[in-house]
C-alpha cells in the first residue's frame, strides 16, 4: 500500500479545506423562485429586487438591441455602475435617447453595424424612445443590488445566489406603482407578488 508523501498529504488537506469551504458557502445561499401576476394574470417584464446596497455586485456589459424597428428586450434590468450596449442591427437609422428620470442621454443617429455605450451609474428607471420612430420604446430599470430579475411570459422569475436572511423587495412594472415587501430567504424560499387590477 503507497502511502502519501508530506507535500501531496498537504494538497489533500488543502483541498478538502476549499471543497467544505464551497459547501458550507452554498448552503448560506439559495436561489429565490417566484411569480408576479396582475389579477391572476402572469404579468411579463416586472422586475423583481431585493435590497443588497453593501453586496459586491461584478460590474457587467448588458445588451439593448434594436431589430425589426423595436427594442429588445421591451424591459431590461441592471445593477449600478453595468455599461448597456446599444447596437443597431437594423436596416435603417436610429436615435436612442431618454430625457425623463433615471439616466438621461441622447445616442444621435447611428446607422447599421455600429453601437453605442452608456453607463448607468445611478438606480432609477429610464424610459428609451427613437426620435425618428415613435413606435419604439422600452424601460432600462437600474437598481442597487446584484439580485434582480425580469419576468418571462409566464411571470416568473429566479434571484439566484442570494445569502439568506431578512430583505426588503420591490417589484415594478409599466405604468403601475411599485411593490414593496419583506421577505424572509431560506432554502425553497418562494416569492408570490400580486398586482391589484387597475
Request: charged share 15%.
Amino acid at each position: 500500500m503507497r502511502t502519501l508523501r508530506p507535500i501531496g498529504l498537504v494538497i489533500v488537506c488543502g483541498l478538502l479545506v476549499i471543497c467544505t469551504g464551497l459547501l458550507v458557502f452554498c448552503a448560506d445561499v439559495t436561489s429565490v423562485k417566484g411569480r408576479v401576476t396582475v389579477g391572476g394574470k402572469p404579468a411579463e417584464g416586472a422586475v423583481i429586487w431585493i435590497e443588497a446596497p453593501d453586496a459586491p455586485r461584478p460590474l457587467r456589459q448588458a445588451v439593448l438591441d434594436q431589430r425589426n424597428l423595436a427594442f429588445s428586450p421591451a424591459v431590461l434590468a441592471v445593477s449600478t455602475g453595468s455599461t448597456v450596449r446599444f447596437p443597431n442591427n437594423d436596416r435603417v437609422l436610429h436615435n436612442v435617447f431618454s430625457f425623463r428620470d433615471g439616466k438621461r442621454f441622447d445616442l444621435g443617429l447611428y446607422p447599421v453595424g455600429q453601437v453605442r455605450d452608456v453607463q448607468f451609474d445611478h438606480a432609477g428607471v429610464s424610459r428609451l424612445f427613437c426620435n425618428i420612430h415613435p413606435g419604439m420604446a422600452a424601460y432600462i430599470v437600474v437598481v442597487d443590488s446584484p439580485y434582480y430579475a425580469v419576468t418571462d411570459r409566464t411571470g416568473n422569475f429566479s434571484l439566484d445566489g442570494v445569502p439568506n436572511g431578512q430583505y426588503t423587495y420591490h417589484a415594478w412594472r409599466a405604468a403601475a406603482a411599485t411593490i414593496t415587501g419583506k421577505v424572509t430567504v431560506a432554502p425553497n424560499t418562494a416569492l408570490e407578488v400580486v398586482w391589484p387590477v387597475e
